[in-house]
């Protein structure tokens, strides 16, 4: 099962668990119990997320404040209410963070020797595009479907100089 899927499960599982418990009739749950099962749900996540130390730093910190918000008597002009609610969101905030996903940026990489080799014999020691001989430490690399980052022997093709400039003028 992906990562992904995984914290999905666990958050519909938690959210599930948590309501069932409170409109079960044989069970009675105080909101300030409610409250410290879902900072506890979002501890775990916080531990199922602890290499991503940003999103960690950041769910830690709205935790807190949603504890701060749900549990605090001070004589302020919101009622008890507009409080939990304040809480809910908070702690909504920091739960988005920690499941979802940073958007990936695509690292360039570099194709190995061995797939250089193997695309440059399979290829005939000739340009994929124009079929012109390639000269040796001539010849450039292109990655067929774009992606930098995929390093595949299906995704390599060797072009001569030219070639591979025409691949990638913008038009």
């Known amino acids: 099962m992906y990562r992904n899927q995984r ?40 531990w199922m997320k602890r290499k991503k130390n940003t999103r960690i730093g950041i769910g830690t910190i709205l935790g807190l404040l949603s504890y701060l918000a749900w549990f605090s008597t001070g004589s302020s002009n919101i009622t008890l209410g507009e409080q939990r609610i304040i809480a809910l969101l908070l702690w909504g905030v920091a739960f988005i963070l920690l499941i979802s996903e940073p958007r990936r940026i695509r690292k360039r990489k570099h194709f190995t020797e061995l797939v250089k080799r193997e695309v440059i014999h399979k290829q ?5 595009t124009c079929k012109r001989k390639l ?6 690399f292109h990655h067929v479907n774009g992606n930098r980052s995929d390093n595949r022997f299906s995704n ?14 913008v038009s």
Do not use: M
């Not at 309501?19 to 105080?30: E, K, Q, R, T």
């Not at 005939?124 to 994929?128: D, E, F, P, V």
């Not at 000269?135 to 450039?140: A, D, F, Q, R």
């Open 156 to 169: 390599c093709k060797a072009l001569c100089i030219p070639c591979h400039r025409r691949k990638h003028v």
């Open 135 to 140: 000269e040796p430490y001539v010849s450039n």
């Open 7 to 46: 914290l999905v499960l666990y958050a519909i599982l938690t959210i599930t668990l948590v309501l069932l418990s409170l409109y079960h009739p044989g069970v009675s749950i105080d909101s300030s119990s409610f409250f410290c099962v879902v900072l506890l749900g979002l501890l775990i996540l916080i």
């Open 124 to 128: 005939k020691n000739r340009c994929a």
